[in-house]
């Protein structure tokens, strides 16, 4: 594994909200409804912020905001800008977008043709993820890999019990949420 990429952390907010200061730079993925609820603090100024908005939502229903070209491109150039630094990658729970992100970020840096050793890498970085599936699939576009990396995730998720928990609990959460009437 490559230095930069051992630079390179996935969190939830709350471990993130702890630890943010040892970071030379920092990605939050929140919710757009949320507002500012996941961001650094006001004393955070010295530390590199960059905050993308988009649902945790694993395909586009039409009625939410989810990851687009745009989002994945500016983590990317955010990364590159950093990349000899401390790099922290957080969303509310730290186990699908920014997983996700990462997974962008650590496939960017690979290069093509190492899809697989960048699932693998992430699942070191982050042993609980279920990769956004949006995210995924942009990644996977904007970096040009012609399906190999969405292959290289979906190998590596299918029997994965884990993943699957992740994945259904997700679905409850947003049926839920659509349910109430949003």
Known sequence: MVKEIRLLTILGFREASEAWSSFDAVISIEDVERGSKLRLPADAEDTDHLVLQFHDLDYDDGRTVVCTREHVQQALDFARKHEGGRLLLHCQAGKCRSPGIGLAIIADRLGPGREVEAVETLMHIREVAAVNLVV????????????????????????????ARLRRIKQDSWERFWAKGA
Do not use: N, S, Y
Request: charged share 40%.
């Open 136 to 163: 995924l699939h942009v990644t996977d576009e904007v970096l040009g890999r012609g399906g190999r990396l969405v292959k290289a995730w979906m190998d590596r998720e299918e029997g994965d019990e884990g993943i």
